[in-house]
Each structure stands twice: as C-alpha cells, then as structure tokens.
C-alpha cells in the first residue's frame, strides 16, 4: 500500500546531524509515511546511517533544488513534506500536516521553526520573528514564504508547477511557493513544528545572514535571480 507522506531530506556529508531528523521521524505519531535521503556522493557516514531508515538515492549533479526534484521522482505519496538532514521534527509534525491535507483545496503547507541547539535570547527571537510573524503576514499578504526545512506539497500540484526551479541556488523553496499559490489554498500550521540547526548563523553572525536573506528577496523579486555561492556549513 503506497503511503500518504514521502519525507524528502537531501543531505552532503551530515553524519553529525542525520540521525537526529530521522530519529525524530521514528517518534512521529502519524506513522503512514516513507523517508528518502538524497545523497550528494557523501565522503563521510551520511549513507551507512539513511539506510538504516529508508531509500538512499545518489544524486552527483549540484543544487538542493535539483536534489528535491530526484526525491519527488522516487516517491510514492500523495503529499511530499521536504526537510532538512539538520533538523528535528515535532512528534505530531507529519500528524498536523496530514490532517490539514484532508481539504482538498489545500496544495501546500509550513509551519514554525525553533532553534535546534540552546542560543541566546536574540537568535530565539529572530526565528520567532521570521518563522512565525513574518511568515504569518506573508500569507495574510497572499505572498506565503515556505521555507524548505518545513514545506508540505500535494505531489500533483508540485508537478504542475514544474517542481523546483533549479536553476535557483538559493530562493528556491520560496519560489516554488509563489508558483503554488496559483493552483490553490496554502496554510500556515501553529503546530507543525520544525527544529532547524543555527550553525550558519553561528557561524556567519546575524548581521551577515540578515544582509544575505534580505538582500536575496530583493534580488528575486526585481531580477528573477537568486544569490549563489551558498557555503556549506558543516
């Protein structure tokens, strides 16, 4: 029987973070769901760890965009919930999404994001700032901004669409959701709850990954580009 939900992670060399997304999906309450890692030729225990979880498909081309689009291709569910190899899902997260997917006008959904590691008072504050009340004004605005560490999408709309635009190095979870906007409802779940690692804060500081974001959306949104040279941080 083909499950509801394919939970997509794409992952490059993540052997200190995997296991703790995937363990998080083992505690789910909502149990009808299939994982599928997408590799990027790891050098580390990235794959020995996935496959003791679900599908590992290896993907040599570059761009989390692409890596999405060859998890789609490989899943079996309807409704396709996109994470990242650095988070930890809420144990009723997969639950919220497949209950709110019941209205058949829906064709995507997100929901907060939480600091995985203990931060300061700040960086909570940011994440709240932006996961929460900005994200929440977006969709009030009818402009909603997914952002792909917590982004649900009906696979039939998803192709609709033409998947992600991976041409896109960065910007391209809000794109996509821009685009799905056109073909029905997107709603913002309170208690879809996503826990997301700050080490690219930590390691850019705040002052440099408010410039990068901002100044990205205004990159997208008058030349239709996005920035690139997005470093890993590992």
Known sequence: M????????PAFNEEAYIAGVLESLTEQTFKDFEVIVVDKE??????????KYGKVIIEKREGIGLARNTGVQAAKGKIIFFTNADTKLAKNALGVHAKAFKNKKLVAASGPLVPLEETT??????????????????????????????????????????????????????????????????????????ATSTRRIRKWGVLRYIYFNASNVIKYNFFKKSHGNYEYVR
């Open 42 to 51: 790891s050098t580390d225990r990235t794959r020995d760890i996935a496959a």
């Open 121 to 194: 008072a700040f960086i909570r504050f940011g994440y709240r700032f932006a996961s929460v009340w900005l994200a929440k004004l977006s969709f009030a605005l009818g402009q909603p901004a997914i952002a792909g560490s917590n982004f649900a999408v009906r696979k039939d709309a998803f192709r609709k669409v033409g998947g992600f635009d991976t041409a896109l190095e960065t910007y391209e979870d809000l794109d996509l959701t821009l685009r799905l906007r056109k073909t029905g409802e997107i709603a913002y779940l309170n208690d879809a709850v996503v």
């Open 2 to 9: 083909k499950p509801m939900i394919s939970v997509i992670i």
